[in-house]
């Protein structure tokens, strides 16, 4: 591959995931949340019970940066911790009514916007991520690198 047009992918592909991740965070910032937030409860939702060490196995992130947002998460009902029978010291996660029903807001608005950018450019990935990027300003400054 060129490195030209590996380039040109690689800020392609920022632009694209940023638009994709703001459609969210534009949501879930009205809540006093933040994209960590958003990611804890994505997980939590579509694997309940999942223990805050396998959260943060699959994640990929340490202790230190989890409980503060786990809490946030508590204090705001969007989940519950749920002491595991066989070892007390073990917490299980699950959402709770508040918080699948925000999951389901968020999954919303970024399926809406990809299944819109879908239908006006079909399913080549480059068209796709050309319009997701579209969405963001610094794009044009770099779209010259396309060509080269």
């Known amino acids: 591959m060129e490195q030209n047009k590996s380039d040109y992918e690689h800020i392609l592909f920022y632009f694209a995931y940023k638009t994709f991740n ?7 910032e009205k809540y006093g949340l933040n994209r960590q937030h958003h990611r804890f409860l994505f997980f939590i939702d579509k694997v309940p019970g999942i223990t805050i060490k396998q959260l943060l196995k699959s994640m990929e992130i340490t202790k230190q940066g989890s409980y503060s947002a786990l809490r946030k998460l508590r204090d705001e009902n969007l989940i519950t911790e749920v002491q595991y029978d066989k070892d007390r010291r073990v917490k299980k996660l699950y959402p709770t009514k508040q918080g699948k029903e925000l999951v389901y807001k968020l999954n919303k608005a970024q399926n809406d916007l990809f299944q819109e950018i879908l239908k006006k450019v079909g399913n080549d990935w480059y068209a796709i991520m050309e319009e ?3 969405y963001r300003s610094g794009y044009k400054d770099i779209k010259y690198l396309k060509d080269k």
């Open 22 to 28: 703001n459609t969210a965070d534009e949501i879930i």
């Open 132 to 134: 997701f990027a579209a």
